[in-house]
């Protein structure tokens, strides 16, 4: 999820720029995967305590930043790898949480088939990015807008 300016989070947190509709199509995708992978950084500044399915991060730090989610895995591995793995443990379903870094990662290795991405209203936020360009990576993109959000879908 982004900004309408490609804003990331607000205060190191992307509750600040997210939307109702943002947040009840996130929280049903997240219901629907057999994983969620994340970053350090990620799971070190969003509320990760609990979720409905394993959880790994990828982390070279040995400090456990989702402390009490007993569904959290730690993997000092590439997104690639971690990828890989999830698949064999978990399941095809995995859902990218991650920072514009991983992402680009995974579609630059030709691992991620679709990308979900939802463009809110909200600007001013930090760590901008080009999501129209993110999106341009892929053959195939549609779209759809819920209450001033847009949501998009795009794959190869």
């Known amino acids: 999820m982004v900004g309408a300016d490609g804003s990331t989070s607000q205060e190191s947190r992307s509750a600040g720029i997210s939307s109702a509709a943002d947040r009840q199509v996130f929280l049903q995708r997240r219901r629907e995967v057999d994983c969620i992978i994340v970053g350090g950084n990620t799971a070190r500044h969003e509320p990760y305590n609990r979720t409905p399915v394993p959880l790994v991060v990828i982390s070279r730090s040995l400090v456990n930043p989702v402390q009490g989610n007993h569904?959290?895995?730690?993997?000092?591995?590439?997104p690639v790898e971690a990828v890989?793995?999830?698949?064999?443990?978990?399941?095809?379903?995995?859902?990218?949480e991650g920072g514009i870094s991983m992402i680009d990662e995974l579609i630059d290795h030709g691992v991620i088939d679709q990308l979900e991405l939802s463009v809110t209203p909200a600007t001013g936020g930090d760590g901008r990015i080009d999501w129209k360009a993110l999106i341009a990576k892929f053959a195939h993109c549609q779209s759809r807008e819920v209450e001033g959000t847009y949501f998009y879908s795009a794959h190869n």
């Open 71 to 78: 569904l959290a895995l730690f993997w000092n591995c590439s």
């Open 84 to 96: 890989k793995k999830a698949r064999t443990q978990f399941g095809e379903k995995i859902l990218i």
